[in-house]
């Protein structure tokens, strides 16, 4: 399994970033995918998750609101739309692949990580 994290960059607060994921070399649409970030001297956080289907969602609560994910099976891609962002939101974030259709917020929960995308946001 492949994944490649793409569409990060440099923003200022209050702008937005719309990352990317592309999957290969698995049956990626029958498994859940997760966004996780890690900051510099930070463990590495739960951000949000979608479902196989993409018909259900989960957000950690500083992501609640402002974050959005979603998924294309046909394409393997997953999305993740960040609206509204914040220096605190500055971090490496990474897309996953859970070990089942639902998986949650635990890292532990996810088999196959991509390398990351830096997202940094400016006050």
């Known amino acids: 399994v492949q994944l490649q994290a793409s569409g990060g960059g440099l923003v200022q607060a209050g702008g937005s970033l719309r990352l990317s994921c592309a999957a290969s070399?698995?049956?990626?649409?029958?498994?859940?995918m997760g966004w996780f970030r890690q900051a510099p001297g930070q463990e590495r956080e739960f951000v949000g998750s979608?479902?196989?289907?993409?018909?259900?969602?989960i957000y950690a609560d500083n992501a609640r609101g402002r974050f959005t994910i979603s998924r294309d099976n046909a394409k393997g891609m997953v999305y993740l739309q960040m609206n509204t962002l914040k220096p605190e939101d500055t971090a490496v974030y990474y897309c996953?692949?859970?070990?089942?259709?639902?998986?949650?917020?635990?890292?532990?929960?996810?088999?196959?990580w991509g390398q990351g995308t830096q997202v940094t946001v400016s006050s």
């Open positions: 996953a692949v859970g070990r089942s259709s639902y998986s949650g917020r635990d890292p532990a929960n996810y088999t196959y």
């Open positions: 979608i479902s196989w289907r993409g018909d259900s969602t």
């Open positions: 070399g698995r049956t990626f649409g029958a498994y859940a």
